[in-house]
């Protein structure tokens, strides 16, 4: 970009200021007076509100001083201006503009988002897979030595007994005692060994810990938190969860997969990488190095990222706009289509590659299996049966919301006695991955009875015949009989699924597939440990625990039924409760309803769910929301994240607020033209991100504002005039149009982004000091402001719906008397204003309501 | 509401005005100086931009001056302020607060609206199938006489020849061929009769003509077309459709359904009507008449409509997502979520009413029938196939850009020519309708092929039977053979779609159930015949022609495959054509994308299609776009409604404009406090719906903005002060803090909505005009308002986004110098404000553009 028209003559090129240092000395020193505005804000504020005093932060907000907001518009300044028109300048007569190259760039870099996150997924789908595999293959050697296994495989009489058997003899009953106990410290040790792995990469990178879901909401909601979307959290992440899930852990991939594809679109909008050599020149500087591309590309991503773990695209683009509706735009959800469809086309070509010219197996994208009709039958359920659904998922919202209230206590407990140091949290993971060995090894020998195998499977479907295959015969004689509770444990969370989505009962309850017992034994620990599990140090989902609990306790519900139906018809489906179930206990969990409908119609396959699972999803939500929210904001909260939730929070409702009492009026402001010793002075005594310029010739009139990295990017190159030229400014003289300071071009001061240059790194030389600051070009001229008697729903709304960073708060001479930043529209600041300096007859209802 | 704080002491009760004039005469009349600072606008204006002329509308936009946006947010006046305290200070203390009642209230109007649709929808469907089987049975009587008929039916050997068989005998052939003249002369007059019908209900009321989605569109973009959401057009459009629709033309009941859906919502959120003598108190003032409100009835009772017409309730919600997707808020989602899937429960529960205690029949849900796998075979597609998917897409969105580029044409010549008079409209459609009556009785007659019925049909599913049963023996022999394209057009469109769906072919070309031939002879007319059918004066949809062109479409497309399969595979699924045909010609009509997918994803049931379907809908939509937009929007911008699109339009985006370039410097002012005279001929001299109160005293400082609906109000009321009591203010005294005029309540204001009073319903006495109007309690004290050298994209974003009405342009000094309205923000009017004056070297940039 070395191009300049006319009318931008002066610029300093970086280089010119980096390695030259001569020049600068000529800028001599002054050592006058050194009035700085900025420390006077109490002579700009208003008529009234806040009482005088400077606001302090309150410590419950404190933690959130460090997190910065995105910026998603660009500071509209003169050099700003000069930017567009000189790239409008260069657009003129042409066909191909620069608008339309950086579109189609946007498209080719959106399908390889696409593309990418499908191989990560794929791959990481792949390798926890092998570990599993892997890892029971060996323990089931070890509980079968050799031996007894030819044995079992070679001879079909029934004197060959096996362990528990009551008539075992006894060197037999010892070896087999000794097998067993030796593959229990194998089972535990594999997984602690491999929960140990996942939280090394933890240790690495704390914040590829957890869900990750909480992080993308919060990313998408306009914060910036710290090394969310860095190229390094992606490889932790991923393998990391590849670990977590091998472990055996009650942890799922979909979170982390979410997590993975807002990174990869982070990554590769941002990323400077040439592929393979080539300069692709998709990472050129000022494309999308910026906050607004930066959060459109990560929206993307989670659609792909929800696609490639349930195979869910449309779920996926629903589930970016429910998280982000406020910004939505149109065209972002064209590409967020476009992206998700990316990645489950590419998902269905990898996994039906042998196939490519037969007819694709579209089974293999449900994950979940699909539900087919029952035979004979127009549809799995009856219309009275909707109200039976209904119900479940009150029961699933209830049991979601003593999860939450649950895991927020333990979480509560973990900030306070873990989390300060990274050994302990390692000691917690290995700790409680050996409690999960120990109690899925023992569920199954507790549960002790051997099921016999389905013999009768002639008009049985393909998925139910293959699921019969992957039953567990844990004790239990392999190819006759299976263990049911093992069968749920010593499996893959997503296999246990489809077994409780997909296989059929029996006819009585004796001969059920899975017996009330089972089930029973199997959900009370399993929900317990997932409870405990959530919030250790390793990248952990919670859409597959939830789930699989879910669908054990809604089988429970369907056997419950069946007790009721004497002539053991058909009605009250297994497979159907077991969904509605999952749908509950999940909806209970996470408060999602429309994106999580369609991501489970997507997962199960059948469109004649959507009644059921939007009754069961609703209803699960609303008696969660009695309780407490959902856990994604649980955690949100816990963390001090300055989160905004789409509506005005409710204490705006029920109060009488206007945005003059909220703001914070700890204002910093900063003349037109300024010392740069003060402005350098300014900068190191706070850390807001944003500064006022106001006009002291008519008394503190709003000029416009100036972002800390613009300030400290002018200071660190040293765009300084003479000290000499405005000998009575300070004096109150006027300034006319004449320009001071040499001009840096836009562009110079955004090519940083997002490693703006920080004040430590400015070096203020004492000559420096006294020289004079034009910041007249570089000021937003045109910020979104806000009079000081609006309400506070008003300022919200603005606030919130597109996305700020700040709001000046005005009166009506324009003269600042405020500013709002996330911090003060939280509830607990909104809160703490009202009890603060507020109109007499307010104050006097306050007390009335407590 | 008769509650009086203590604050609010002077109030005027509307009853001691409007019965009492005596009041009135109290004030005394002077006729001093009449000064107004209404005509004075120009002494407000800023720094240059304009140019200093006042700007006219351009005649582009002058249809739209007479069209209001809506109001989203209420205007904050001290009056607002105190009615909102008051509200507050009633619900101190108490648990059941009015904010938790009216959201209670809330969820009860949706789910009535839910409901209520339901049944609409259900009863049109009904009628109009009653109404089309009548006529045919009518017609199918005339063709085969009861003797004739009764020979078929009575007599199975094959010397009984039917009209058309060469070896007929003379009589009977005369007899036939009299008896298909008096068919033919039946049918028309039917068809010319039902659809004069229809056209009456569009005589009565205009708006209630097309499809009602163009309109649903500009509502929810914030434009208060008028009459759009009465009963009486809700009336008109349900009962006009059936009409149209069993008039056999080429018109689909899904856009009017989604229509009324939408009227079913605002009538019931505004309605006063008392349910069975029962003041259910849903309709007390303040609770939801609010353009606020009505906009979010009005999206959910879209959704509602969607779900009723396709069986579709995500894709209901998507599609109110889509159409508005700028001010979607979650709690919005939940409750379209909540009235969409009430709507579909209630249609479930009335098609279902004879199988309640068993299986329901999910099939009846799924509107274009439920697509099964092929038996055998994983899925009904391969992955190569996906690639010809996509073509199929680029070639629907072709087909749909014809269409829609013909009927553009079509329509600018009906406006000239047809639409300005109700007659003209009239005859037109009695012609047009004669004109399809007889291409359709003419086609099966050219086909003149008869095709015999499948007659091994054990593994066929019910859906397949019962569709064999809907094939028309239009001089065939019946229960024998069928006429391929009387199967498609003597029935009702939706069972057309189902048949071209499902109906498996036959091994080879010969023996296929709908040959090429005749699916080429049938889609021809069928497309030119919709096309000059949209547009006429009857309430018509473009959904379902278009999806049944398409899926003749798309099974020709199959049969095109078919000569590539040597091997006579199972590739090339016909059904699976169709339904992608259907799919592109609709998306290259419609453009929408993802409510689209979902809606025939949920309209078929079938999962498996969910990546062919973005696939195509993808395609369609890219490849439609590069020749002219969706019909929808010709259709809006031929009407000339000043539809705001999501996005800041290109000409904006490509050049470098400012607010104050763009804004309308045609500012009506008023003082704080100001004569009723003067508010009254300001009144009446424009039509402005908003006026900045500025404050003469600081040189035209924003106070405020005053509505026009308040100033009416005021003015009807005469809370006017005394004319004595400011002799120096217009000699430009200050006010200071004391009130002039009585004080009018909020809700005494806002209770008329939304019909206030016009100015010409005030009457404006002689002895007033001197009087004081004190606007300063009414006043909007924080206006959004936008710095003039605000860019145009962030001005258009903040005027979007948020859904304002006006945006006041001010600059630095807080002082008015212009104002815009969503008519300065259409792309003409900004090309036209790029014209006008801007910056030397912006003009070039054009010039050389051109």
């Not at 001569?22 to 509100?49: C, I, T």
């Not at 389905?454 to 190819?479: A, H, R």
């Not at 929900?527 to 597959?544: D, M």
Request: charge should be negative.
């Amino acid at each position: 970009m070395t191009m300049q028209p006319e009318f931008m003559k002066v610029e300093f090129n970086s280089n010119d200021y980096q390695s030259d240092d001569d020049a600068v000395g000529e800028l001599p020193y002054m050592n006058g007076h050194q009035h700085g505005f900025a420390d006077h804000p109490a002579s700009l504020r208003g008529d009234g509100y806040g009482g005088g005093g400077t606001i302090k932060y309150s410590p419950l907000t404190a933690p959130t001083a460090s997190i910065q907001s995105h910026n998603y518009e660009p500071d509209e300044s003169e050099v700003w201006r000069a930017y567009v028109s000189q790239v409008h300048f260069l657009n003129r007569g042409q066909w191909w503009t620069t608008g339309k190259k950086r579109a189609l760039k946007r498209w080719i870099l959106t399908f390889l988002v696409g593309v990418i996150q499908a191989f990560v997924a794929a791959i990481c789908n792949f390798s926890s897979r092998a570990l599993s595999k892997w890892k029971y293959d060996w323990v089931y050697e070890l509980l079968n030595p050799p031996a007894a296994a030819s044995a079992v495989m070679n001879v079909e009489t029934d004197d060959l007994t096996f362990m528990g058997d009551e008539t075992v003899g006894g060197t037999q009953a010892d070896a087999a005692s000794k097998s067993g106990i030796s593959a229990f410290w194998a089972f535990c040790l594999t997984q602690v060994i491999f929960a140990a792995i996942a939280s090394i990469f933890v240790w690495i990178e704390p914040v590829s810990g957890g869900s990750g879901i909480p992080e993308i909401k919060c990313f998408l909601n306009g914060i910036d938190l710290p090394r969310i979307v860095r190229v390094k959290t992606l490889l932790c992440k991923v393998v990391g969860v590849t670990f977590s899930v091998a472990a055996g852990l009650p942890v799922g991939k979909e979170g982390p997969m979410v997590h993975s594809g807002s990174v990869v679109a982070a990554g590769i909008s941002q990323g400077k990488t040439n592929f393979w050599g080539v300069d692709t020149s998709f990472s050129k500087f000022s494309d999308f190095r910026n906050d607004r591309e930066k959060r459109d590309f990560v929206a993307c991503g989670a659609a792909a990222g929800v696609a490639s773990a349930f195979g869910a695209p449309i779920g996926g683009v629903l589930f970016s706009l429910e998280e982000g509706a406020s910004y939505w735009s149109t065209k972002l959800t064209w590409r967020a289509f476009f992206c998700a469809m990316t990645t489950i086309s590419t998902l269905f070509a990898i996994k039906n590659v042998d196939v490519m010219w037969g007819q694709a197996d579209v089974a293999k994208l449900f994950s979940f299996g699909e539900f087919t009709h029952i035979s004979g039958e127009a549809s799995n359920f009856s219309i009275w049966e909707l109200p039976v659904f209904a119900i479940i998922g009150c029961l699933g919202g209830l049991i979601g919301a003593v999860f939450n209230a649950a895991n927020e206590h333990l979480t509560i407990w973990r900030m306070k006695h873990v989390n300060h140091s990274k050994s302990r949290r390692m000691i917690e993971v290995c700790l409680v991955t050996f409690l999960v060995s120990v109690v899925s090894f023992v569920m199954p020998l507790v549960w002790g009875r051997c099921t016999e195998l389905p013999k009768d499977m002639q008009d049985w479907t393909n998925q139910e015949k293959s699921l019969v295959e992957n039953l567990i015969p844990f004790n239990c004689e392999p190819g006759k009989e299976y263990n049911e509770v093992a069968s749920l444990i010593f499996t893959e969370a997503d296999i246990a699924i489809k077994q409780l989505f997909h296989f059929r009962e029996g006819g009585s309850e004796d001969n059920s597939t899975f017996s009330s017992g089972a089930l029973f034994l199997f959900f009370i620990p399993y929900i317990t440990l997932a409870t405990i599990v959530y919030g250790i140090a390793v990248p952990s989902g919670l859409f597959v625990p939830s789930l699989l609990a879910g669908a054990a306790f809604g089988r429970l519900c369907g056997h419950l039924l069946h007790k009721l139906d004497h002539t053991n018809g058909t009605f009250a489906d297994s497979g159907t409760y077991a969904l509605m179930g999952a749908a509950a206990v999940l909806g209970g969990m996470a408060r999602m309803t429309i994106s999580l409908t369609v991501i489970l119609l997507e997962a199960t396959g059948d469109m004649q769910y959507v009644l059921p699972l939007m009754l069961v999803l609703m209803s699960a939500r609303f008696t969660g929301n009695v309780f407490n929210e959902g856990l994604y904001d649980i955690h949100i909260h816990l963390k001090k994240i300055p989160f905004l939730e789409p509506e005005v929070p409710p204490i705006a409702e029920r109060n009488e607020i206007v945005a003059g009492q909220v703001m914070s009026t700890e204002v910093k402001c900063l003349r037109p033209v300024e010392r740069a010793g003060v402005v350098y002075d300014l900068l190191n005594s706070c850390n807001h991100g944003t500064f006022p310029i106001v006009d002291t010739a008519t008394g503190g009139t709003l000029y416009g504002t100036a972002s800390r990295s613009m300030l400290c990017t002018l200071l660190k190159r040293r765009a300084f005039g003479s000290p000499d030229i405005l000998d009575d400014y300070d004096n109150g003289e006027n300034l006319g149009p004449r320009r001071l300071s040499p001009l840096v071009q836009w562009d110079t001061i955004e090519r940083a982004y997002p490693r703006y240059p920080e004040i430590d790194d400015v070096d203020m030389r004492d000559s420096d000091r006294n020289c004079w600051l034009d910041l007249r070009p570089y000021a937003n001229t045109a910020p979104y402001t806000v009079n000081e008697t609006a309400s506070i729903q008003r300022t919200y709304r603005l606030f919130r719906t597109l996305g700020l960073r700040f709001l000046c708060v005005v009166n009506y001479n324009n003269q600042v008397v405020g500013i709002i930043t996330r911090k003060d529209l939280l509830p607990a600041s909104l809160s703490n204003s009202l009890l603060r300096g507020r109109n007499a007859h307010v104050i006097e209802d306050e007390h009335h309501l407590d």
